[in-house]
């Protein structure tokens, strides 16, 4: 039915924010768009981040993370965190940022932020799916809109990851 994949998905209605992670001493940062709620009753939010990524190992120790939730104009945030890797550069090092009750990187400048701990940690495809309860967060910027992934374009350069076609059904 459609001949751009990526084109589709990104239709998809998603913000982009910046995920913090900690364990101990060792702090990564890394821009995502697979973000949503999944309960009220506990406050549970989920995300999915590639087990190949430089921030794994470190959500995978410490067990917590922040969402940064970025505001319209901070699209040069979402490329700083989201086009080099952890692994060659430290990203929070030129960046105003605190470490929250989590002790994960929350983003002085962001819209809202939530902290959240991680109570399952599932393979989904070539991602993990991360759960985690949120314990604290806060509005930082009320009057702010978000920026939204479609907004981006192909900064994540995933274009090229989506499949041809659809999968067959079953």
Known sequence: MTDNMADLFRRLTAGVYVIGVADGDRRNAFTASSIMQVSFRPLLVALSINPT?????????????TINVLRADQQALAEHFGTQSGRAVDKLSSMQWRAGRTRAPLLIDALACFE???????EAGDHRLIVGRVVDG???????QPLLYAATGNLDQSAELYSKEFCELT
């Open 53 to 65: 990524h430089a921030s794994y190992p470190i959500l995978n120790g410490g067990r917590v993370f």
């Open 116 to 122: 959240c701990q991680i109570v399952l940690d599932v």
């Open 138 to 144: 806060a509005v930082l910027a009320p009057d702010a």
